[in-house]
């Protein structure tokens, strides 16, 4: 089973890499870019069936070491 | 409008950050975690309302500096 974790900055927090990659892409012409923010994606493959306990787990997962929760959101989606 | 990127590493690609994060999980007693890739996701608010030109435009965006795209696959998915 996959799990596919989103994590992202929470709305509000300073974002400096998505702040770069704004200021990146204005100094190259793309004028038309008013903001970017940057995050990450995790995906896990899992040597277990129940989506129940996955979801859980990976929840667990996130709150642990994936996800910086003070600062950042994450969201699960599994895959079979 | 709104464009979504995501960035992944290339399937048969070295990917040392999912081998640490897999590596972390596992050492945390995550004894299911068979592997994990790590990517990218970036968010970027546009001033253009064109779908088709928004896209054309996030694809060069993607190809001059987002991805790295000998080591790196991206999708775009474009949000009103």
Chains 1, 2 share one sequence.
Do not use: W
């Not at 974002?15 to 200021?23: E, R, T």
């Not at 994606?41 to 929760?69: F, P």
């Amino acid at each position: 089973m996959k799990a596919i974790v989103h994590i992202r900055p929470r709305s509000g927090v300073l974002d400096p890499q998505g702040q770069a990659v704004a200021g990146a892409l204005k100094h190259m012409g793309f004028d038309e870019v008013l903001s970017a923010r940057q995050g990450k994606i995790i995906e896990l493959e899992l040597g277990d069936d129940d989506e129940q306990a996955v979801r859980q787990r990976v929840q667990k997962m996130c709150e642990h070491l994936l996800a910086n929760t003070v600062i950042e959101d994450f969201s699960i989606s599994i895959e079979p």
